[in-house]
């Protein structure tokens, strides 16, 4: 299921890479992986794909965390990733509060579109795999395959999208995109 010339999938965070916790990840303390994740991310890599996450933070807008600690907590993501044998290429995050109509806060498209124009993929063979009907309306209004994980919200919001395909996690989303053998 490569898409093309340039292999992009774009990942959510929160209940994607990360456990999505009932405030949000607001310190590096709190910070705990899905247990799939890494490995998973490292199959991407190992396949020649490029990983993004395009992520909502809207805790630094609304002033509960710092955009220095997000960073902190990003840097131990790719940690985490690199010591698996991943890359994340990318990060594309949002900041501000959903009042503020910021056409990068998925669900709208901007964070999946200035991925595209980093990367130059065709968003109509690009995955973004998320765990949120969000994730699923971002995806599509970019013109991107929506993928979802049920970690996270991800079994709620299948269970809203029948018609969008849901697997267990991030390892599983890898095996549909990449195969089994690689």
């Known amino acids: 299921m490569s898409n093309g010339p340039v292999a992009v999938v774009l990942l959510d965070r929160d209940g994607v890479i990360n456990v999505?916790?009932?405030?949000?990840?607001l310190r590096l303390a709190d910070l705990c992986l899905e247990p799939a994740a890494p490995a998973a991310i490292a199959r991407f890599t190992a396949a020649g794909w490029r990983v993004a996450v395009c992520t909502n933070q809207a805790c630094v807008g609304?002033?509960?965390?710092?955009?220095?600690?997000?960073?902190?907590?990003?840097?131990a993501i790719e940690a985490a990733v690199t010591a698996a044998g991943g890359r994340i290429d990318a990060w594309f995050v949002c900041t501000?509060?959903?009042e503020?109509?910021?056409?990068?806060?998925?669900?709208?498209?901007?964070?999946?579109?200035?991925?595209r124009d980093r990367f130059g993929f065709d968003p109509a063979t690009t995955w973004f795999v998320?765990?949120?009907?969000?994730?699923?309306?971002a995806a599509e209004a970019a013109g991107c395959q929506p993928l979802l994980v049920r970690t996270g919200k991800g079994r709620?919001?299948?269970?809203?999208?029948?018609?969008?395909?849901a697997v267990d996690?991030?390892?599983?989303?890898?095996?549909?995109?990449l195969g089994p053998d690689r």
């Not at 999505?20 to 990840?25: K, N």
């Not at 600690?69 to 840097?75: L, P």
């Not at 919001?157 to 018609?163: G, V």
């Open 20 to 25: 999505d916790l009932p405030t949000g990840v």
């Open 62 to 75: 609304r002033g509960e965390v710092s955009a220095e600690e997000i960073a902190r907590i990003h840097a």
């Open 156 to 165: 709620a919001a299948s269970a809203a999208c029948p018609d969008i395909p």
């Open 169 to 177: 996690d991030l390892a599983a989303a890898a095996t549909l995109l």
């Open 100 to 115: 503020d109509r910021c056409p990068c806060r998925k669900p709208e498209p901007g964070l999946l579109l200035q991925a």
């Open 130 to 137: 998320g765990d949120a009907e969000r994730d699923v309306e």
């Open 96 to 98: 501000h509060r959903s």
